[in-house]
């Protein structure tokens, strides 16, 4: 049974459309008919709607439309669309063409509710801007694709990378991390947390963080040491303990020593040591029972336990530091060596050879135990507590271009840093304040060419407007004070070398991203202004 009835025009000289729709289970069936004077004779018909297009002749006059899953309302799908019939007719009496055109509503959801006729055709309205809002939605989507088409390959032809970008701003993120892991572990270990480079606060993952020795740079083995030796870490002590079960199996407890301590370094204090050594014994005696039996005079009323190779394992690392530091003038005799630890007094005894060849072992090799990671020997801990959360730092050759009829300028190196969109310096890293600061702003900032021949590589330049100067702030030794350049002492640039490439780059673009400068959007602006030309041009 056929519902919807519509029609178009309200004057008699135009004609008009009846359309009429019938809602099957798997179609809906679309009928229309012209209502017209003898003077207007139809030619054609357009029929359009969503995806489909058609042209048919004054003898078709119905249209089935089936009912699929695309057009079902859905979270993609409204239920309903638009239904275009555009009729082309002649009139008769002008001899001119001239189009009807008719818009309903066409329901493929059966739980689509009744609407007035005015409520379609508001309906209609939304559905057409909705339309248009998407098709724009679509011509903005792909010109995101062909910018970032544009985009990597523009990054190809400058030498960047914005994943790179985002990649060295999260190394110095960790990088400062990492040096407060050096000061304060505990603090350090929870904002690794919330950065997630340790995927929670559970142990187990605490110690596979702590343990691993793929971090660049590495953690401070004197931190993980003081860490492993506090009484309030008892539990991570004995979680780290268990990373060493395989390294340990069928070792000698000084071949498994020296594995151990190779990870970090012993703390200070006595009780921390003793914690740790403790953690170790007990493990050891758990995997090599066998070999501790062997090594037991047998002659010995008492068997060996986690206390006896505790007293044994604390008496190797005096010994060790005793053979090896300078500083002990009277060196442990293998006599005395033996009399500390040959019995115990529990009435306990090793074999006297087994201690020979550990002294004699010690002797020859130390054990060496690790002061520091790499935290320390790639990074500088500058005092300036500007330094403390970078945006990026490291050493630089300074050359600044004042000069005087004294003498010309020169390389400096210096302790550089960028924060709170300053770049600061320090000459020594003791100093506690920064002895130079250049406000970024106002200024641009160009890589150089190398220049081979005055071995000036990897360097770049900060450079202040034509006709203007660099504002900076140098460091009064006499007032203890910084004060901000004049006219005595304006200079226009400052030149950089960074230690590679690599580094020169980082640099380049910390300080264009402080200047609010991005060289990939000033690339593609100035591709699509060529383009523009060219376009003109032809």
Known sequence: MFDHRFSVGSHTDEPTIEVLQNRAKSSVEVKWQPIH???M???SYEISYPGTLKSVDTKTTNLRIPITADNQKSSKHD?????KIEMTY???????RAKAVREVLIKTDASYPELSNQEETLLIKILHKKATYLAKIDTIRQE???NQKEITATEQALG???SQVQCNSKQQQFVNIIKLFSKAPEKSLIKLIEANYIPSNDVRDIVKFLYSSKHDPELSKVAIGELLGNPANISLLYEYVQCFEQDFSDKTILQALRIFLDKFRLPGEGQKIDRIIQAFSELYCKLNSEFLELQTASHSPVKFSPDIVHILSYAIIMLNTDSHNPSVKRKMTEDQFLRIVLKNENGFEWKKEFLQHIYRDIQATEIKIRDVGSIETHFANPKAKVFEEPDIE???LVLQTEKTIFQKPKWEKKYCCISKKMLCYVDNLSDDEPRGIIPLQNMRV???PDDEQKKIINSFQIEAFEGSYLKRSVWNFSKGAHEWSNDSNKINMVKFSARNSKEQQNWITMINECLGVDPLYDQLLKNQQNRKVSKDSL
């Not at 002649?90 to 001119?96: A, D, V, Y």
């Open 394 to 396: 490291g050493w630089l």
């Open 446 to 448: 160009i890589g150089l």
């Open 41 to 43: 004779e139809p030619e």
């Open 90 to 96: 002649l009139n008769k009496l002008s001899n001119k």
């Open 144 to 146: 995101i694709i062909s």
């Open 160 to 162: 960047l990378s914005l």
């Open 37 to 39: 004077s003898p003077l």
């Open 79 to 83: 239920g309903i669309f638009v239904l």
